[in-house]
Structures are given as C-alpha cells and as structure tokens.
C-alpha cells in the first residue's frame, strides 16, 4: 500500500469522526502516539515499534485529511521537486 493509498484508507474509515473531533483534539492523540513511538524505540520489542510506527503515521494521515493535505502531493512538491540536499 502506498502512502495515497493508506490516507485515503484512513479518510474512508474515520474521517467523519475526526472531523467531530476536530484539529487540536487530533492533534493531542497524535503527541501521544508520538510519545508512545518514543517509549518503544527506547525497548528492545521489535513487535511493539512497529505498532507504534503505524499508529504515528495513522494520526498523521488523520491530521493530513482533517486539515485538506494530500500527503503525497505535500512530501512530493517538497522533497522530491525541490531535491533537497544535506539535512538540518
């Protein structure tokens, strides 16, 4: 499944009650997912990490859909277009 493909999942599944829910109650859920992703590259649980990756990019995708941004198109215009050399 492609990035595209597992947003517009997401928006078909849920987007109707995270739009009840709105941007900054999604966002809260997303920090914690974030936190959760923290505890667990902290631990030796493979298992448990790659539970966390998926629920950070899940909320992600959530606050993407809420807020109209098509990931794809956003990472797209600036990573691949802009071919950003050397990191911060």
Same mark, same amino acid.
């Given at each position: 499944?492609?990035?595209?493909?597992?947003?517009?999942?997401?928006?078909?599944?849920?987007?109707?009650?995270?739009?009840?829910?709105?941007?900054?109650?999604?966002?809260?859920?997303?920090?914690?997912?974030?936190?959760? *992703?923290?505890? +667990?590259?902290?631990?030796?649980?493979? %298992? =448990?990490?790659? /539970?966390? $990756?998926?629920?950070?990019?899940?909320?992600?995708?959530?606050?993407?859909?809420?807020?109209?941004?098509? *990931?794809?198109? +956003?990472?797209?215009?600036?990573?691949? %277009? =802009?071919?950003? /050399?050397? $990191?911060?």
């Amino acid at each position: 499944m492609e990035i595209k493909q597992f947003q517009e999942w997401i928006s078909n599944k849920y987007e109707q009650r995270d739009l009840e829910r709105g941007t900054p109650a999604t966002f809260m859920w997303f920090v914690e997912e974030v936190g959760e *992703l923290a505890t +667990a590259l902290a631990e030796d649980d493979f %298992e =448990n990490k790659q /539970e966390e $990756f998926a629920d950070v990019l899940a909320w992600l995708c959530t606050l993407a859909n809420i807020n109209g941004i098509d *990931l794809d198109k +956003a990472c797209t215009k600036k990573y691949v %277009e =802009n071919d950003i /050399e050397g $990191f911060k």
